[in-house]
């Protein structure tokens, strides 16, 4: 032991929650850890500064990457280094003096009674998917009248048991023999955490791949781990306290949620609503492994990709994403491509011409990030495709763009906001994003959110009629998850979930789409849902009107700019942004629209009301859209966007 390190002095501050003599006891006491990742590292640092004295630490494991957002030995120091090591190393700079076994090839059939040899306690730090040695080590302690623990980070929060050597054996509470592995990580988690108040904000199921033997975890989740289980340490070592709720008590605490459920489960899993569960849980996780994964990304390579992978986040209508990267050293020529057929575009491409400005604009911000200014000019383009090159140029003054937080957050909310109106300071901020060029006309009175309302209704009930809108909704509308890479998720169109499952089976085909619309009122729900409701509830309805009417690419491109700085800059002040590109779609000359039937009455009246809004003159009209403050939102269904790979040349 160091001259310099003295026990009692490093380890002053716990006295008071331990008694001088219960801290002079622990530097005599043995703990087993098996496995060093998330919540086993952290365990072997705990422990260290509570002045425990002996340790056996086992993993066969060397740290990568993968480890990085919970494991606290994963460093870029430690790349590569077995797991053992690094920790034993990390305790001895805390306790020179600390005694430690390490198990380097993990712990087996044949170094069990080794690795518990002499140990006052076990602590579960197994991965998940290790149940066969877990079970085994358990067994083992229980023979032997070892205390054990499992805390498991679950979620942002953290389920543990305690298992004593007089009361309830892990096996009879999991019950795990005898059944195929996958069900037995339904069994565990169950067993774990029974009540699953963590599934409420379980963002992407698709990530729990028992297949591949892979689940999302949290740091927070790790660390609450490790409060418990040195908490539980002093409890268990020198029976005080109140009176521990060994198995089959179980414990989850979820700080995000603010709750602490605590259960006793007579007979563990083997309790009838424990086995419903299961049954439940073996269906349900059978649905996930059957599910599409999505692959993993490529690496990327260099600034250039990186600054392109955050770029992708970029808005585009119904997320088409019409751009592919061709990268040569510091340049990308941008390929963007318009589709003439679809009826939402309009103006020989503006709708796609904007969306490529707001790529363009999120990449020059992405491109701060890096230390890169970044360059614009247009090679050419036609009725179907430009190409636009861009060049990056590293500059060590360059400081990141403070909206590039907000590029891969930004989304669109279609549903209702508050009737809380912008702040002066709001307004002023949202005009300083789109520049000089622009000018932003705010439509916050009642009346005129009713008109504007109506307005998109009017949009809606067109485009819901013509059976050319209806082959662009049905290959976009995606009804297979939460995130589509390519489309719009059906959670995320504004719909209430009865709107939903009616319009599903209708969308199968035109005949009965249109047979719904035409006798059975059946675009009434989605102009209520969609536009009315929304288009009232709202802070504001606003325009975004250029100085002088677009007369060239490059002025579709700014304006794109301008609608991507406006929308960062509100999702930075927590204001969520709603484009309303329809009315304007339906206010330009469109063939087959003509004459004095119903869809053509209301598109002169979509004409007339858009008049209104542009001051006379709709080619000033650029932008369209909503705002306000959405709130929570606990499952936000959204677009997400295909890699940087399937977007490269």
Known sequence: MSREFDYFQAFDRNIGWLTEWEQAALAYKTVAIAGMGGVGGIYVQTLARLGIGGLHIADLDTFELANFNRQVGARMSTLGKTKVAVLAKDARDINPGMRIKTFPKGVTDENIDEFLKGVDLFIDGFDFFELGIRAKVFARCHQLGIPSMTAAPVGMGTSYLVFMPDGMSFEDYFQLSGVPPERQYVNFLLGV?????????????????????????????????????????VKILFRRGPPLKAAPWSHHFDPYLGRLATQYIRGGNRHPLQVVKRHIGYRLFARIAAAPKTPPSAPLAGDIEKILDLARWAPSGDNAQPWRFEIEGSTVV??????????????????????????????????SGFGYSMTTRYLGGDATSHRIETSFIFDEAITPDPLIASIPTRRTIRGRYSLKRLSAEDKAALQAAVGKAFHIKWWERPKTRLFISRLSARATDIRLRLEEAYKVHLKVIDWSGRYSRTGIPAGALGLSPLTLKLMRPLMVRWDRLDFANRYLGGTIMPRLEMDVLPGFFCAAHFGVLSEKSPASVADLLNAGAAMQRLWLTAEGRGISLHPNFAPLCFAVPRPGLEGGGRLAQRKTAVERDVAVLAEGDPTRLLILGRVGFAGRNRRPDRSARLPLSDLKI
């Open 193 to 233: 955490a029974p009540k699953g108040i963590h599934m409420r904000y379980l963002m992407d199921p698709t990530r729990a791949d028992l297949e591949h033997r892979r689940a999302p975890s949290t740091i927070m989740g790790v660390t609450l781990c490790a409060g418990v289980v040195g908490a539980l340490v």
């Open 334 to 367: 941008v390929h963007v491509t318009t589709d003439p057929g679809n009826i939402y575009e309009f103006n020989n491409g503006q709708p796609t011409l904007i969306a490529a400005g707001a790529l363009l604009q999120t990449m020059r911000i992405a491109a």
